[in-house]
């Protein structure tokens, strides 16, 4: 099965960025619809953003305007750039590869954002 890597979480201060990496482990990635969901303590992992197979992206309303999400087919790999960044981004990402019925998950990347 798929191994979902990401990488590029921190610590930044309200205001800033930061930008997020997730690398597939296989070639069907090109294939498949990538995303990135945030989770916080004791809450439901939530959409942030969503990238089609075909570059078709949509975004949770808290975020539009501030993320953007892209992929590379050919390196495999989906981004997640966050800008003007507030206290309340501060979750756990994960990427996601939907390959239905399933979706498969990363580890998990943690951003904090001090205030």
């Known amino acids: 099965q798929v191994q979902l890597v990401e990488s590029g979480g921190g610590l930044v201060q309200a205001g800033g960025s930061l930008s997020l990496s997730c690398v597939a482990s296989?070639?069907?990635?090109?294939?498949?619809?990538m995303g990135w969901y945030r989770q916080a303590p004791g809450k439901q992992r939530e959409l942030v953003a969503r990238v089609t197979s075909g570059g078709s992206t949509n975004y949770a309303d808290f975020v539009k305007g501030r993320y953007t999400i892209y992929r590379d087919n050919a390196k495999n790999t989906v981004y997640l750039q966050m800008n003007s960044l507030k206290p309340e981004d501060t979750d756990v990402y994960y990427c996601?590869?939907?390959?239905?019925?399933?979706?498969?998950w990363g580890q998990g990347t943690q951003v904090t954002v001090s205030s």
């Open positions: 296989d070639n069907l990635f090109a294939f498949n619809s």
């Open positions: 996601s590869d939907t390959r239905a019925p399933r979706i498969y």
